[in-house]
């Protein structure tokens, strides 16, 4: 009986403060947020896209080195007119035709990386009919093995390959940090919400703090204990609090919808709670390993080395556009014209063919200097480009590893000044109470208990952000102690 009035009493319970609106409130910490922006924010899909575009880019190049065999046919091509034949006097004589000419052609075909030549096999299949004169001819070849070979040419296939390589590597690499960068931007966004909380609660607490401040100080002023002075300098405080009030709250929904816009989610509800992240112990920051990890790590890196390999390949191009040029085609096979199909392919005959082209430029007017020089001066360019950026990052991963070192211990002291200045205010406020101390001095120690809570608060936002950036920048993971790989 007694369970029965237990579970009984629970239900009543739970049904009243259901009914009443009383549910537990979200809550939301930071690792929950960079979770999402690794699996479902825009920012990665956007990153895994533009990797997976360089992805199919490779793969359409490493298909072009594969054979390339086709198909094409004309079936029919029928001409019915009036054309000019040639009469064997030399004269024109223009004479009605019905004639039809209809084809089929096997090509395969395979690239030389090696030497910038092509192989090719085909095999073709042509009849032409002559209505008019009621008789039809056959010309086949069964088999046809070649090569196009360019000497003195220009090659790309030989400088594609460390392009398409440094391409690939370059966007793993660009994916990586492009991860880490949302992930600071979303620390960002995130800790501009709990600022923003933050000032709404300091400027809540403050409201109500004057509030009763003031009303005893009206008592006091009625009592001649304080003068119009102190009053004047509460109501002030108090609309200033007011003020603060209406300022955070807006600031804080701004924040709520900038960080949820960036995620691609819904607002959440006001009652969401969004937990303040502990300190992360990482230690000693090793600036040695960071700057190692960084020329393995950063995109740029790669990035130099294509660009240095584009250079190499137009200053070639460059070179052999402008020089001299010579092909090579030739081919052997088998090939016969009949009346009959089967002849072709029963007593074909044989077909050899070759031919050596030639190109050589006599005056170009510095055409060839200019196009080289201008090759070369971009190379110059892209390596001064590159030390620069080189500069600029290990100075930033100096700069931040500093920064970052520095706020670890600092931290701990802006936890225990913030601390000790609630406390001070705590009893300056009883102190004023009890009439032991003037309205400055109160006004002081609340400023002073607010401020070293914005200055905690901002310092844990630099801490974090300051992780994600020099994480971003090296490419390592400093708590793990290891290089970043998604």
């Not at 092909?327 to 052997?332: E, Y």
Request: hydrophobic content about 40%.
């Amino acid at each position: 009986m007694n369970k029965i009035k237990a579970v009984s009493l629970v239900v009543f319970c739970a049904v009243f403060f259901l009914h009443n609106g009383i549910v537990a409130q979200s809550t939301v910490n930071l690792d929950q947020i960079l979770g999402h922006v690794i699996d479902n924010s825009f920012a990665s899909k956007s990153a895994s896209l533009q990797k997976e575009i360089v992805g199919q880019q490779y793969k359409f190049y490493k298909s072009l080195l594969k054979p390339n065999i086709s198909l094409s046919a004309s079936i029919p091509n029928f001409v019915k007119s009036s054309t000019a034949i040639i009469q064997p006097d030399g004269t024109i004589n223009f004479q009605s035709i019905r004639q039809a000419n209809g084809s089929l052609s096997a090509f395969a075909s395979q690239v030389i990386p090696a030497t910038g030549g092509t192989l090719f096999v085909n095999s073709d299949i042509q009849r032409f009919d002559d209505f008019s004169l009621s008789n039809h001819q056959y010309n086949g070849v069964p088999l046809r093995v070649g090569i196009s070979q360019p000497i003195f040419g220009f090659n790309p296939w030989k400088y594609e390959k460390a392009i398409q390589d440094f391409s690939l590597a370059e966007a793993q690499l660009n994916y990586n940090i492009r991860i880490e960068e949302s992930l600071g931007l979303a620390t960002d966004y995130y800790f501009n919400i709990l600022i923003a909380k933050q000032n709404l609660e300091i400027a809540n607490t403050n409201q109500i703090v004057n509030e009763k401040l003031l009303k005893i100080t009206e008592e006091r002023l009625l009592l001649g204990k304080v003068s119009k002075d102190e009053k004047l300098q509460l109501e002030i405080e108090l609309n200033n609090a007011k003020l603060a009030v209406s300022q955070a709250t807006t600031e804080l929904v701004q924040s709520i919808a900038q960080l949820y816009t960036y995620l691609g989610l819904p607002i959440p509800k006001a009652s969401t709670i969004f937990s303040i992240p502990e300190q992360i112990n990482v230690g000693a920051v090793d600036m040695n390993a960071l700057l190692s990890a960084s020329k393995k790590n950063r995109p740029e890196i790669m990035a130099f080395q294509k660009d240095k390999a584009i250079n190499k390949r137009d200053l070639a191009q460059a070179k052999a556009d402008f020089g001299l040029q010579a092909n090579i085609n030739a081919s052997i096979g088998l090939a016969r014209g009949s009346e009959m199909i089967k002849e072709i392919y029963t007593d074909p005959f044989d077909e050899q063919r070759f031919n050596i082209t030639l190109s050589i430029p006599i005056l170009d007017w510095g055409k060839r200097d200019a196009a080289t020089s201008q090759i070369e001066l971009q190379q110059e360019l892209i390596e001064a480009s590159y030390h620069q950026q080189i500069l600029e990052l290990e100075n930033g991963i100096q700069q931040r590893g500093l920064f970052f070192s520095r706020l670890q211990s600092d931290i701990s002291l802006l936890k225990e000044i913030m601390e000790k200045a609630e406390e001070r205010f705590q009893i300056s406020n009883d102190r004023y109470i009890l009439g032991n101390i003037d309205i400055t001095n109160l006004t002081l120690a609340q400023r002073e208990k607010d401020q070293t809570k914005r200055n905690f608060i901002n310092a844990l936002k630099s801490y974090w952000v300051s992780y994600y950036e020099i994480r971003a920048l090296s490419g390592f993971d400093l708590l793990n102690n290891q290089e970043i790989n998604y």
